[in-house]
């Protein structure tokens, strides 16, 4: 009975090809788009942890107030290198330390300009974040110490002032410093963040704080911990150093943070899954509008064939056999619409993902997901119809017109 019903949906289906497709479009962009969504956030989630782990699994940072982002620092005063030298003398897990700060600047050379960051540190600091150097070299200890007006770039800036000529010994303006290029770093591209890691340039902590800023704040300290040591003991350590310096009483809260590289990683994949998990929501209505279009649709088919249905009860078939055969007919319409839509999805993911540049992660639970979901919106919005159909009289079809 279940293979008979199957066959009389397909016929109807094939004899009205372009109402059917219309009718499945619904569910083929909901089903698409859920897919679509949860495909790239699971790339973006990936490419976070990859990069994250592409600085190494010890990477802590320190900075002031109680939180990480924009305004971390409100109402807590920032880092002196005083506490950045208590750090790096008095917490022996520590491999490096490197204070950081940063300011947004014009840089200019001849020409050309470009709005960028300009960010003071030490030369601990490329070992810290994992960072290479391309061609030149990084500014050494005495450099460092003296604020000599050196810096390193990134290809970026490379490219928006200096084109393709070797940046080694060029002097570029950075605010109202200038300062001579040493050093190119290799390049890294966008973080999953969007922001480009390449747009920056570096120079020694000291000339940042007398020339640039005029301040001798540090706003973020970064270290890296000694192979084999245990990420929380370190933390504990610095929390409890950080403390004393900074005269908290026993009742207060910290007025720092101190995050290492899994919790930056859980609350950026956090972040992404949340958003994923929105998108996905806000996509999945039209999955409702679909299965309102499919009961719509085939409302007007049981009016269509009245007549026919009719016939089929006169001569002895059961209610619940025309019930099963329009519930079949509502479930393959939503199924071959879900069907579509995964195909569809897959391959705007796989295009997407090249041109967002995020990996393209194939998610097998969402896509059974979609289309299991697809076949249970055919059989909700296709009861009420099929149950019309199957409570029709006889007598009354017949006469229908």
Same mark, same amino acid.
């Given at each position: 009975m279940l293979g008979n019903a199957l066959l009389l949906a397909l016929r109807e289906l094939r004899r009205n090809v372009m109402r059917s497709f219309l009718t499945m479009l619904g569910i083929i962009i909901g089903v698409a788009a859920v897919i679509i969504l949860v495909t790239l956030g699971g790339g973006a989630t990936q490419q976070v942890t990859e990069q994250i782990s592409s600085l190494g699994s010890n990477l802590m940072m320190i900075a002031p107030g109680k939180r990480m982002g924009p305004g971390q620092g409100a109402g807590s005063a920032p880092f002196k290198m005083a506490d950045v030298e208590a750090v790096e003398r008095e917490i022996t897990s520590l491999r490096a330390v490197a204070p950081v700060s940063s300011s947004p600047v014009a840089a200019i050379f001849g020409n050309a300009n470009w709005s960028t960051t300009v960010t003071g540190t030490t030369e601990a600091y490329f070992d810290v974040v994992n960072r290479r150097i391309e061609a030149g070299r990084i500014f050494t200890q005495s450099e460092a110490r003296s604020g000599v007006a050196v810096c390193v770039i990134g290809d970026t800036i490379r490219g928006k002032l200096l084109g393709n000529q070797d940046p080694i010994g060029r002097k570029i303006r950075v605010g109202k410093v200038s300062c001579e290029v040493i050093g190119l770093l290799e %390049?890294?591209?966008?973080?999953?963040?969007?922001?480009?890691?390449?747009? =920056?340039?570096?120079?020694?902590?000291?000339?940042?704080?007398?020339?640039?800023?005029?301040? /001798?704040?540090?706003?973020? *300290?970064?270290?890296?911990?000694?192979?084999? @040591?245990?990420?929380?003991?370190?933390?504990?350590?610095?929390?409890? $150093?950080?403390? &004393?310096?900074?005269?908290?009483?026993?009742?207060?809260? /910290?007025?720092?943070? !101190?995050? /290492?590289?899994?919790? =930056?990683? +859980?609350?950026?994949?956090?972040?992404?899954? &949340?958003?994923?998990?929105?998108?996905?929501?806000?996509?999945?209505?039209?999955?409702? @509008?679909?299965?309102?279009? *499919?009961?719509?649709?085939?409302? !007007?088919?049981?009016?269509?064939? +009245?007549?026919? =249905?009719?016939?089929?009860?006169?001569? #002895?078939? $059961?209610?619940?056999?025309?019930?099963?055969?329009?519930?079949?007919?509502?479930? !393959?319409?939503?199924?071959?619409?879900?069907? *579509?839509?995964?195909?569809?999805?897959?391959? &705007?993911?796989?295009?997407? %993902?090249?041109?967002?540049? !995020?990996?393209?992660?194939?998610? %097998?639970? =969402?896509?059974?997901? #979609?289309? $299991?979901?697809?076949?249970?919106?055919?059989?909700?919005?296709?009861?009420?119809?099929?149950?019309?159909?199957?409570?029709?009289?006889? *007598?009354e079809a017949l006469r229908h017109e």
């Amino acid at each position: 009975m279940l293979g008979n019903a199957l066959l009389l949906a397909l016929r109807e289906l094939r004899r009205n090809v372009m109402r059917s497709f219309l009718t499945m479009l619904g569910i083929i962009i909901g089903v698409a788009a859920v897919i679509i969504l949860v495909t790239l956030g699971g790339g973006a989630t990936q490419q976070v942890t990859e990069q994250i782990s592409s600085l190494g699994s010890n990477l802590m940072m320190i900075a002031p107030g109680k939180r990480m982002g924009p305004g971390q620092g409100a109402g807590s005063a920032p880092f002196k290198m005083a506490d950045v030298e208590a750090v790096e003398r008095e917490i022996t897990s520590l491999r490096a330390v490197a204070p950081v700060s940063s300011s947004p600047v014009a840089a200019i050379f001849g020409n050309a300009n470009w709005s960028t960051t300009v960010t003071g540190t030490t030369e601990a600091y490329f070992d810290v974040v994992n960072r290479r150097i391309e061609a030149g070299r990084i500014f050494t200890q005495s450099e460092a110490r003296s604020g000599v007006a050196v810096c390193v770039i990134g290809d970026t800036i490379r490219g928006k002032l200096l084109g393709n000529q070797d940046p080694i010994g060029r002097k570029i303006r950075v605010g109202k410093v200038s300062c001579e290029v040493i050093g190119l770093l290799e %390049a890294k591209g966008q973080s999953s963040m969007g922001q480009d890691q390449d747009d =920056i340039i570096l120079v020694p902590l000291r000339t940042f704080q007398r020339r640039v800023v005029g301040n /001798d704040n540090v706003s973020l *300290i970064q270290v890296s911990v000694k192979e084999g @040591v245990a990420t929380d003991k370190a933390k504990a350590d610095i929390g409890r $150093l950080m403390r &004393v310096r900074r005269r908290l009483a026993p009742d207060e809260e /910290d007025n720092f943070s !101190v995050m /290492d590289l899994k919790e =930056i990683a +859980t609350m950026l994949t956090g972040t992404t899954q &949340v958003l994923t998990g929105l998108l996905g929501a806000v996509a999945a209505v039209s999955l409702l @509008v679909g299965g309102i279009g *499919i009961m719509n649709i085939m409302l !007007v088919s049981v009016t269509e064939r +009245t007549r026919e =249905i009719g016939t089929r009860l006169a001569i #002895g078939a $059961l209610e619940r056999e025309v019930l099963l055969q329009f519930l079949v007919e509502s479930v !393959v319409l939503a199924s071959f619409g879900g069907l *579509i839509g995964i195909i569809l999805a897959l391959g &705007v993911s796989f295009g997407l %993902a090249g041109v967002l540049q !995020v990996p393209f992660v194939f998610n %097998a639970p =969402i896509v059974l997901v #979609g289309f $299991l979901f697809s076949g249970a919106i055919g059989v909700v919005f296709g009861y009420f119809p099929a149950r019309k159909a199957a409570r029709l009289d006889p *007598i009354e079809a017949l006469r229908h017109e």
